[in-house]
């Protein structure tokens, strides 16, 4: 199997699977390999969005501080909770999102009405370990990209399995 899987930072889906496909095929023998291109849209963030109670909700570093950074996130950069993957659009100029989802949440845990010495998210530290918590049956309802990607898996490693 070959499977590629990117942040599509709010590049067109069909377009970025065309062309991740087209590049594939430029390699010898792969045609009769099974392909599978994913994508977290605008990025993997999204997921953890998607499944707030179960993610930064339930993680220590942002106790108490999560239903304001929550509130800041819906409020302040018009993040739809239920539909994640629909925030921002295509900067054209720098060919990537006009808005970083990961920098919005960067930007909501260090808020000026909190202690200075709460803890910043990081992207490289609390992305991966967040991930970990989400719930993928309450990410797939929000998440029409992550549902695709979770369900191809899904019955590909069911099919692989009988």
């Not at 950069?77 to 006009?98: G, L, M, V």
């Amino acid at each position: 199997m070959i499977l590629v899987f990117d942040d599509l930072d709010c590049h067109n889906p069909n377009q970025q699977k065309e062309n991740i496909l087209a590049a594939i095929s430029t390699i010898p023998d792969c045609n009769n390999i099974n392909q599978f291109v994913g994508f977290a849209a605008p990025e993997l963030e999204a997921w953890i969005i998607a499944d707030w109670s179960n993610s930064v909700a339930k993680h220590p570093d942002f106790k108490g501080r999560h239903e304001r950074m929550r509130w800041w996130l819906s409020k302040e950069r018009n993040i739809p909770f239920d539909n994640p993957e629909s925030f921002s659009e295509y900067d054209p100029k720098r060919d990537c999102c006009q808005e970083k989802l990961s920098q919005a949440l960067v930007d909501s845990s260090v808020l000026d009405e909190f202690d200075s010495s709460s803890t910043r998210f990081s992207k490289g530290l609390h992305t991966p370990l967040l991930l970990s918590y989400i719930n993928p049956d309450e990410v797939q309802r929000k998440c029409p990209l992550f549902r695709e990607l979770y369900n191809y898996l899904n019955n590909f490693c069911s099919s692989a399995s009988s």
